[in-house]
C-alpha cells in the first residue's frame, strides 16, 4: 500500500517544502502508463495547466469535487510522487459546452477543441462504463485550472 497524504506531506516538509494551509489529496493522471508519463511531462513543461473530471465519477468514488485551494500530490504510474499541485479555478460546465480556450489550457494534442473532444469522448466512456453511466454530451464535467507548487520527481523519488 502507498503512503498516506501525512506521511507525503511529513516527507515534504522534511525537505524544506511547506504545503499552505488546505485540503490535501493524492492523485493521478491519465488512464495508462504512456497517458500518465505524457501528462505529467506536459505538466511539468507548464504546458498543461488544466484538467477536467466526471462529477459523477467523484460522487461513485465518495470524494468531494475539487475547490479553489485545494491540493493534490499526484503520483506517476508507478505510485512515485511528481509534483504537488494547486487548484486555482474550477467550474461545472456540460462536457458540450467545454470551450476551445479551457481544451487549449489542458495542453493535449494539437490544443484544439476538436482534439480535446474526440480524447475525452474515449476516457469519459471508459470512465462511464467504470461507474456504471451512459456517456451523455450533457454530462456534467468538473474543470479545474492549477498551478504547480513543488516539483517532486528528484526529492521524494529516491525509494
Known amino acids: 500500500m502507498g503512503k498516506t497524504v501525512g506521511e507525503l506531506v511529513a516527507e515534504l516538509a522534511e525537505r524544506g517544502m511547506h504545503l499552505p494551509e488546505g485540503y490535501v489529496r493524492i492523485g493521478g493522471f491519465g488512464d495508462s502508463e504512456a497517458l500518465s508519463a505524457s501528462l505529467i511531462a506536459l505538466i511539468l513543461a507548464g504546458v498543461k495547466r488544466g484538467t477536467c ?34 487548484v486555482t479555478e474550477v467550474q461545472i460546465v456540460p462536457f458540450d459546452r467545454v470551450g476551445a480556450e479551457f481544451a487549449a489550457s489542458e495542453g493535449e494534442g494539437d490544443l484544439s477543441l476538436t482534439y480535446w473532444r474526440a480524447e475525452h469522448w474515449r476516457f469519459f466512456t471508459d470512465e462511464c462504463s467504470r461507474i456504471g453511466r451512459v456517456v451523455d454530451h450533457s454530462m456534467p464535467l468538473v474543470c479545474e485550472s492549477f498551478e504547480v507548487l513543488y516539483t517532486l520527481t528528484s526529492v521524494l523519488r529516491h525509494e
Open 53 to 86: 473530471s466526471l462529477v459523477s465519477a467523484w460522487d461513485f468514488d465518495g470524494e468531494s469535487i475539487p475547490e479553489v485551494g485545494d491540493m493534490e500530490i499526484v503520483l506517476d504510474w508507478n505510485d512515485k510522487p511528481a509534483f504537488v499541485l494547486r
